[in-house]
Nanobody
Framework: LRLVESGGALVHSGGSLTLSCAAP????????IGWFRQAPGKEREGLAC??????GLKYAPSVKGRFTIFRGDNTVELQMSDLNAEDTATYYC??????????????????WGQGTQVNVSL
């Protein structure tokens, strides 16, 4: 299982962007998928998770209300709005390794993609 992120770009502050996560050869609806980000000098941060087969969603407080995770055509999308400079980071998606629900924390994820870069200009 190899995840591939796409959609990163340079956007102006206040703008919106949608990232996409795909897994060629796999049916993503059978997996819980999480979106994460890591900014230079900072730890990786969990942002959103979608459980398998429509069984739930989870958001970090820092992005709740601004970011939306949803499933596309065998993808998992992260729609981001009202972006600001603090959202500048490399964004990654990952698969929950044990079980199809979103975990209480942001652990137990793997098969990380290569990431996609989001830069928000002032």
């Amino acid at each position: 299982l190899r995840l591939v992120e796409s959609g990163g770009a340079l956007v102006h502050s206040g703008g919106s962007l949608t990232l996409s996560c795909a897994a060629p050869g796999y049916t993503l609806i059978h997996y819980a998928i999480g979106w994460f980000r890591q900014a230079p000098g900072k730890e990786r941060e969990g942002l959103a998770c979608i459980a398998d087969n429509g069984r739930g969603l989870k958001y970090a407080p820092s992005v709740k209300g601004r970011f939306t995770i949803f499933r596309g055509d065998n993808t998992v999308e992260l729609q981001m709005s009202d972006l600001n400079a603090e959202d500048t980071a490399t964004y990654y998606c990952a698969v929950r390794l044990n079980g199809g629900l979103c975990p209480a924390g942001w652990h137990d994820f793997g098969h990380w993609g290569q990431g996609t870069q989001v830069n928000v200009s002032l």
